[in-house]
């Protein structure tokens, strides 16, 4: 597995990353078959360090976890336990689906667009009804199950999940409604 540790305004040392490599490498691989990266990312937040790490499965799922601490180890244990606990989770579904992925998932690449923001004057009446674009980036949108996109959109922390549903041509959606259930739209 490849790894990827950094931090943001803050310099790591050699012992970090090491402890990294290894409780990392131990949480990952008891779950996970063949995880291919692991990018992980410090930095402070306040009197607190954050860890961010997201790891690639070969299935081409993604699990991520963030946890806060007062200190940067403890930031990075506190992740590391999210990050076994979501694998551990991934890896019981797949047990409980009996059924595993012969192919890789399919990837569709699709354009992704950050819109500005209005602010209160603004809103009130604005000046054109064409939003402001902020960024514009690439994005993969997988063909999935939907038992699949679930998975994934817990696995990321995600509100909402575009895929396309495995033998079907359109894009479908799954999203975390505000009454804590799963909706899905399927054209």
Not at 153 to 168: D, N, Q, T, W
Request: glycine share 6%; net charge negative; aromatic share 6%.
């Amino acid at each position: 597995m490849r790894y990827q540790i950094s931090g943001k305004q803050i310099d790591i040392g050699e012992a970090l990353q090491i402890h990294v490599k290894e409780e990392l490498g131990a949480s990952v691989q008891k779950y996970a078959e063949r995880p291919t990266d692991a990018l992980v990312v410090f930095s402070k937040s306040g009197h607190e360090f954050v860890c961010e790490a997201t790891v690639h499965l070969s299935t081409g799922m993604t699990a991520s976890a963030k946890a806060h601490n007062n200190e940067i180890y403890g930031a990075f244990d506190d992740c590391n336990e999210k990050m076994e606990k979501q694998l551990r989770r991934y890896k019981r579904r797949l047990k409980d689906h009996h059924k595993d992925r012969v192919e890789p998932v399919e990837f569709l690449g699709a354009s992704s667009y950050i819109l500005q923001s209005q602010t209160e004057a603004e809103a009130e009446e604005p000046e054109t009804l064409q939003p402001m674009i902020i960024a514009e980036m690439q994005t993969n949108i997988a063909t999935l199950s939907v038992g699949e996109a679930v998975m994934q959109m817990e696995l990321s922390g995600a509100p909402v999940l575009v895929f396309r549903k495995e033998g079907k041509d359109g894009l479908n959606v799954v999203y975390r409604r505000d009454d804590g259930n799963i909706g899905w739209i399927d054209p």
